[in-house]
Antibody
């Protein structure tokens, strides 16, 4: 059974940093791209970042480029999102999601972790 | 940047057919996916590669994609189908979501 478990969310002041983790199980982690998607309170889904299975390719939304860094440790089956220079508009539930085969969408999602940026 | 446009809301009577559109420039040249999200829950993939249903998704969910428009169709809509639905496509290795459509079953 595929499981994705996010952790690391919480309350942080504007300008602060936070690192999210996503522990994966139930599939060959290194074979699949992984993404972070966020959802601000009462709003729609917003893609944040994607990393290829090998970790060599990373992609970011313009809204987080230069502030967030996606990475993965395939030996620990864990995905990360390092978030720096946080802003109030980064407040959201952050989901990690597994890519299906090419063109197959995001077939498994975690339960999400809430990040609140406020003074 | 690439954009996908969905209607904010769709209403449907129980047992009837609901159609949700998703528009984007030459969307038919890309694969479209659809997600269902109920309040307080994580999104669930209901359609991928335009028209394929993942295991466990009821047959009443179907999809199509041509030209500039992808469509999610829910046939014989049930009360449990009331949710937000999001379309999604890939554009140059980035993920693009539509704004979401709230489906209300009246």
């Amino acid at each position: 059974e595929v499981q994705l478990l996010e952790s690391g969310g919480g309350l942080v002041q504007p300008g602060g940093s936070l690192r999210l983790s996503c522990a994966a199980s139930g599939f060959t982690f290194s074979s699949y791209g992984m993404s972070w998607v966020r959802q601000a309170p009462g709003k729609g889904l917003e893609w944040v970042s994607t990393i290829r299975g090998s970790g060599t390719g990373t992609y970011y939304a313009d809204s987080v480029k230069g502030r967030f860094t996606i990475s993965r440790d395939n030996s620990k089956n864990t995905l990360y999102l390092q978030m720096n220079s946080l802003r109030a508009e980064d407040t959201a539930v952050y989901y990690c999601a597994k890519e299906a085969a090419a063109g197959g969408g995001l077939d498994y999602w975690g339960q999400g972790t809430l990040v609140t940026v406020s003074s | 940047s690439y954009e996908l446009t969905q209607p904010p809301s769709v209403s449907v009577s129980p047992g009837q057919t609901a159609s949700i559109t998703c528009s984007g420039d030459k969307l038919g040249d890309k694969y479209a996916c659809w997600y269902q999200q109920k309040p307080g829950q994580s999104p669930v993939l209901v359609i991928h590669q335009d028209s394929k249903r993942p295991s466990g998704i009821p047959e009443r969910f179907s999809g199509s994609n041509s030209g500039n428009t992808a469509t999610l169709t829910i046939s014989g809509t049930q009360a449990m189908d009331e949710a937000d639905y999001y379309c999604q496509a890939w554009d140059s290795s980035t993920v693009v979501f539509g704004g979401g459509t709230k489906v209300t079953v009246l």
